[in-house]
């Protein structure tokens, strides 16, 4: 039941490892990576800004939300925010339920939820210099 | 006696306004209603050209108005977009 | 595009990275980890048999459907076959795409499709050594 | 001259046929059904208590009957439960 809004890169191997439990019988992991091209602008890195302290409450009751609805048995989200390179994860949803349908829905109900509701921005930062907000 | 209400602005709602943060001084008694009044007075430019802009009130989604108490939190912002 | 059927224990970092592009914006993992009880009986591991020319085949034509009606970038499924631990992973499949809708849709077609097609049998190997086919 | 099928049985099939394999020579023109009725007779046994079993000629499910070739591999075994 980790939430983490954070500067340094993610590590999902340990994100993942968080989660494991034998009572387990499915992870499911999602993680969001910058991607080359948003739209027709090519992207050097991302930034992100959060309003920290909203964000940390609004990912833990989104995610209590999910351990209620789905009866998963364990989560962790990681969210990076300043600067992010190309290739790199802003985001990871790593959830365990006994069985994967749960797992499943639960992992992609927490990212629908963060990415409608959780107080953070990014802007691109293209090839050239140039910084866009995304909003 | 004033309420000192803590206004936050974040994303490019920061970018507009020129400022991360500002503290509004309103007369008790006042209501959410009374600080955006303010605010579009003070800081139109975070309006200009948004379709939408939200407005948080202590960490919460604000619905509907509400009288404000003395060192409330109030974070402006425009749409999400991390993940 | 990798296809292991395998006696070795699966690394998902190394699966992971397999999969990961800088033209994705999303990378969608499953596991498939052995669970404490199966029912009612306490497992102290699996054991994994495949029919294994048939399943990669199997595997490769689900995988091929995947990238076809859900347009994913990339895809590694593993699963392993022999004794495989209380804890650790049977099977994974992870996959990459340009948006988080398709990788988990396809994700989870190809972990749907290869459970009920794919020739792999298990049989639960329990606390006191019996073996049941879980056929 | 003779068609020579190899059968191969996997999981709780193969413990009641009792071999991983076997091969049966069968009649020039055999078909499916013929080798299924061949294999009725010969191991019974994986057919008990079961409610489904399997057939895959050449490593592909089988729908319908069909003419054997020389050489051809028939997969005999139980609902999967990979995963």
Chains 1, 3 share one sequence.
């Not at chain 2, 939408?52 to 003395?70: M, W």
Request: charge should be negative; hydrophobic fraction near 40%; aromatic fraction near 8%.
């Amino acid at each position: 039941m980790i939430i983490r809004i954070q500067k340094e890169a993610i590590d999902a191997t340990e994100v993942i490892r968080s989660v494991r439990t034998p009572e387990a019988g499915a992870v499911v992991t999602f993680q969001g990576t910058v991607r080359r091209f948003s739209g027709d602008t090519e992207v050097s890195r991302l930034y992100y800004e959060s309003y920290k302290e909203m964000a940390e409450k609004s990912m833990k009751g989104i995610a209590d939300e999910a351990v209620s609805r789905f009866g998963i048995i364990d989560y962790t989200i990681e969210h990076r925010t300043g600067d992010v390179n190309l290739g790199e994860d802003s985001v990871i949803v790593s959830v365990s339920a006994a069985h994967r349908e749960e797992a499943f829905s639960a992992c992609k109900f927490i990212i629908d939820r963060i990415k409608t509701e959780t107080p953070i921005w990014k802007k691109d930062i293209d090839v050239t210099g140039k910084e866009t907000w995304r909003d | 006696m004033k309420l000192k209400i803590q206004v936050r602005f974040f994303g490019s709602v920061k970018d507009d306004a020129g400022t991360e943060s500002l503290i509004l001084e309103l007369p008790e008694g006042s209501r959410i209603s009374d600080l955006k009044e303010v605010l579009m007075k003070e800081k139109p430019s975070i309006w200009a050209g948004r379709r939408q802009i939200f407005f948080a009130l202590n960490q919460n989604y604000i619905t509907g108005d509400r009288e404000l108490k003395d060192n409330d939190e109030m974070a402006v912002f425009p749409m999400v977009s991390g993940g």
